[in-house]
């Protein structure tokens, strides 16, 4: 089972690029959430979806965008690469909301820097 | 705003020993609470869910306690292995039940 899986797994950007990260799950899982975890703090949402074609904003959306045109993809955006988007990136997926009884399934992340 | 806190930061054990991780968090009023692992340069994985109706859950050497009115779970584990080293994040879901709400982690360490 592949689960929830994320590319790539390193990237290093400059300031101001653009770029895509990657968020495929194989489990037909209707809820689909990007997170971010900075050093010695707990993961914050950026972005969620509930099923194709429908997002809402986290705690933390400035800087990026979503788009969810599937149930297996949920792809994240970042416009204009800031060093203060220099993280760690995991997407998660789970059959119910996050208030059922169904854990979140997590991949292995992206870590990205940007200088 | 529901805020979660893990105490201790890090913890440091002989193998064999049994440890306990605590999590408190602020609005008792939770759907459910859950304990995930997390290893170096890898994502999470969950380890227990439990419903806010429960008191608490097992699996294998793993038991997670809740107590909602205190605020308050637990995730006792039995007989230590250097196979436990990771860090160990406790979430909640957040009113709306739409995002986790995450402590900071407990990073234990097992050493043989």
């Known amino acids: 089972n592949a689960g929830v899986t994320q590319t790539p797994k390193f990237r290093i950007l400059k300031i101001g690029q653009s770029m895509t990260l990657q968020c495929a799950q194989d489990?037909?899982?209707?809820?689909m959430y990007w997170y971010r975890q900075d050093p010695g703090m707990g993961l914050k949402l950026i972005y969620y979806?509930?099923?194709?074609?429908?997002?809402d904003k986290g705690e933390v959306p400035n800087g990026y965008n979503v788009s969810r045109s599937t149930t297996e993809d949920f792809p994240l955006r970042l416009e204009l690469a800031a060093p203060s988007q220099t993280s760690v990136y995991f997407c998660?997926?789970?059959?119910?909301?996050?208030?059922?009884?169904?854990?979140?399934?997590f991949g292995d992340g992206t870590r990205l820097s940007i200088l | 705003k529901q805020e979660v806190t893990q105490i201790p930061a890090a913890l440091s054990v002989p193998e064999g020993e049994n440890l306990v991780l605590n999590c408190s968090f602020t609005?008792?009023?939770?759907?459910?609470l859950q304990w995930f692992r997390q290893d170096p340069g890898k994502g999470l994985t969950s380890l227990l869910l439990?419903?806010?109706?429960?008191r608490e859950q097992t699996s294998g050497r793993l038991n997670a306690s809740l107590d909602k009115s205190s605020g308050r779970s637990t995730l006792y584990i039995a007989a230590s292995q250097p196979g436990d080293s990771a860090t160990y994040l406790c979430?909640?879901?957040?009113?709306?039940?739409?995002?986790?709400?995450f402590g900071k982690g407990t990073t234990l360490s097992v050493s043989s």
């Open positions: 998660a997926s789970s059959p119910s909301r996050t208030g059922g009884n169904q854990p979140q399934h």
């Open positions: 489990m037909n899982h209707n809820y």
């Open positions: 979806s509930v099923g194709a074609g429908i997002t």
């Open positions: 609005d008792s009023a939770i759907y459910n």
């Open positions: 439990i419903q806010s109706s429960q």
């Open positions: 979430a909640v879901p957040d009113q709306a039940g739409t995002a986790l709400i």
